[in-house]
Nanobody, 117 residues
Framework: QVQLVESGGGLVQAGGSLRLSCAAS????????RAWYRQAPGKQRELVAR???????NYSDAVKGRFTISVDGAKNTVYLQMNSVKPEDTAVYYC???????????WGQGTQVTVSS
């Protein structure tokens, strides 16, 4: 079992920056990918960024060039650096660890990010 705790959300002005953290506790054995998703009011949850265990990284078109996902293996923590934020980035951001062979899918409780114009 893996427990994920996000932090770093808050209110930021458009054009500003924010860094989200996701601290994981428990065994990360068999985790194939670590990702950030977001869900805005009235919308479906969507993938923001994902990093695979082999190092490949994917970003959604909406955040490409502005957001950066990274992993600190020693701390078992995943980060999302958000730069040049826009009001449309306002959402609850969720951390996700997935292991396909192990058949697991862990989620954090979410952290609110609000971007004011």
């Amino acid at each position: 079992q893996v427990q994920l705790v996000e932090s770093g959300g808050g209110l930021v002005q458009a054009g500003g920056s924010l860094r989200l953290s996701c601290a994981a506790s428990g065994s990360a054995f068999g985790i194939n990918a670590r990702a950030w998703y977001r869900q805005a009011p009235g919308k479906q949850r969507e993938l923001v960024a994902r990093i695979f265990s082999g190092g490949t990284i994917n970003y959604s078109d909406a955040v490409k060039g502005r957001f950066t996902i990274s992993v600190d293996g020693a701390k078992n923590t995943v980060y999302l650096q958000m730069n040049s934020v826009k009001p449309e980035d306002t959402a609850v951001y969720y951390c996700n660890f997935a292991g396909w062979v192990r058949g697991v899918d862990f989620w954090g409780q979410g952290t609110q990010v609000t971007v004011s114009s």
